[in-house]
């Protein structure tokens, strides 16, 4: 494999001896960039960052021209994250929380995040390519303890593809004047993907015996990696993989660029501006003018009474 020492990428890969598909995801200043936007608690800042890496895990399985988007909705101290990734790999990622719930939570109690911050709730996953075109939408069951663990469950119950995942979230430490620590996070992803026309597609697989064993090494391979081996910044991705899978082979393919890189614009909320009823506008002001603040990125948008009189006027 090419040597590649960069992060902010997705590197897909292949295990030589059985045939089965992989993605490994490292994020260092995208992942550090969308979570020092916000002044996240470090739980949810840490479970964005997962959500972040496993919606670019997800859209690096798929061909489309458009938008992945993963978003979890649930009852509990975080009520909604949302993470998405354009095929042009640019990423962008929020959450909405209650901080009195949050501060509530027992710091000492050993619970999963998903239960302990999520709740009960649900998983989506919706691709969306645009105008003339049917969006695809998943959904499960916020039914595990992590959001890889309800990923794959997904997997199993809806696409009937067996799937091992991995994700990590890490964090330096703080510099001599005290700043935080930049915010790291990576996963791997293992796919077996059924075979066209119900025939094995490699030689050494054939043998459905074989099929299974070479399955349950690599999740075996998958679960020996740490979350140090996987956020570490020393670590080269190509190295890593090599480390874990070099026994029976393994190929990577070119990486793909990820950025942190938000969509809105001042034209993209004067749309939306343009979408309300023109006698609400109005009611929005505050200090005689309507603010509007992007979720994903915290950026303000601004507008005076005269320029939305000039927006309907325009329209």
Same mark, same amino acid.
């Given at each position: 494999?090419?040597?590649?020492?960069?992060?902010?990428?997705?590197?897909?890969?292949?295990?030589?001896?059985?045939?089965?598909?992989?993605?490994?995801?490292?994020?260092?200043?995208?992942?550090?960039?969308?979570?020092?936007?916000?002044?996240?608690?470090?739980?949810?800042?840490?479970?964005?960052?997962?959500?972040?890496?496993?919606?670019?895990?997800?859209?690096?399985?798929?061909?489309?021209?458009?938008?992945?988007?993963?978003?979890?909705?649930?009852?509990?101290?975080?009520?909604?994250?949302?993470?998405?990734?354009?095929?042009?790999?640019?990423?962008?990622?929020?959450?909405?929380?209650?901080?009195?719930?949050?501060?509530?939570?027992? $710091?000492?109690?050993?619970?999963?995040?998903?239960?302990?911050? &999520? !709740? %009960?709730?649900?998983? @989506?996953?919706?691709? /969306?390519?645009?105008?003339?075109?049917?969006?695809?939408?998943?959904?499960?069951?916020?039914?595990?303890?992590?959001?890889?663990?309800?990923?794959?469950?997904?997997?199993?119950?809806?696409?009937?593809?067996?799937?091992?995942?991995?994700?990590?979230?890490?964090?330096?430490?703080?510099?001599?004047?005290?700043?935080?620590?930049?915010?790291?996070?990576?996963?791997?992803?293992?796919?077996?993907?059924?075979?066209?026309?119900?025939?094995?597609?490699?030689?050494?697989?054939?043998?459905?015996?074989? $099929?299974?064993?070479?399955?349950?090494?690599?999740?075996?391979? &998958? !679960? %020996?990696?740490?979350? @140090?081996?996987?956020? /570490?910044?020393?670590?080269?991705?190509?190295?890593?993989?090599?480390?874990?899978?070099?026994?029976?082979?393994?190929?990577?393919?070119?990486?793909?660029?990820?950025?942190?890189?938000?969509?809105?614009?001042?034209?993209?909320?004067?749309?939306?501006?343009?979408?309300?009823?023109?006698?609400?506008?109005?009611?929005?002001?505050?200090?005689?003018?309507?603010?509007?603040?992007?979720?994903?990125?915290?950026?303000?948008?601004?507008?005076?009474?005269?320029?939305?009189?000039?927006?309907?006027?325009? $329209?």
């Amino acid at each position: 494999m090419p040597r590649l020492t960069m992060d902010d990428l997705i590197l897909p890969f292949q295990i030589e001896a059985t045939a089965l598909r992989g993605r490994l995801v490292r994020f260092n200043s995208a992942v550090d960039k969308i979570i020092t936007q916000h002044g996240y608690p470090d739980a949810v800042a840490s479970l964005l960052c997962e959500a972040v890496t496993l919606a670019a895990l997800l859209a690096g399985a798929l061909k489309y021209d458009g938008v992945f988007t993963l978003q979890t909705k649930g009852d509990g101290p975080v009520r909604l994250v949302v993470a998405d990734v354009t095929s042009a790999g640019a990423v962008r990622g929020y959450a909405q929380y209650d901080a009195e719930a949050l501060a509530a939570l027992d $710091a000492a109690a050993d619970t999963p995040p998903v239960p302990r911050l &999520l !709740g %009960s709730g649900y998983l @989506a996953f919706t691709v /969306d390519q645009g105008v003339n075109t049917d969006r695809y939408q998943g959904i499960v069951a916020l039914d595990g303890g992590t959001l890889a663990e309800c990923a794959a469950h997904y997997f199993a119950q809806s696409e009937q593809i067996a799937t091992g995942l991995k994700l990590a979230v890490a964090r330096g430490e703080p510099d001599a004047d005290g700043k935080p620590g930049r915010w790291r996070a990576a996963g791997l992803m293992l796919q077996r993907l059924p075979a066209e026309g119900g025939e094995a597609e490699h030689p050494v697989v054939a043998n459905q015996e074989a $099929a299974d064993e070479g399955w349950n090494r690599a999740l075996s391979f &998958l !679960g %020996s990696c740490t979350s @140090a081996e996987l956020t /570490d910044p020393n670590l080269p991705a190509e190295d890593l993989l090599y480390r874990l899978f070099h026994e029976d082979g393994v190929r990577g393919w070119p990486a793909e660029r990820l950025q942190a890189l938000c969509r809105c614009s001042r034209e993209r909320i004067s749309r939306v501006l343009r979408s309300l009823p023109r006698d609400e506008m109005a009611g929005l002001e505050v200090d005689g003018k309507v603010t509007v603040d992007c979720e994903f990125c915290s950026t303000k948008y601004e507008f005076t009474p005269a320029q939305i009189e000039a927006l309907f006027d325009a $329209a």
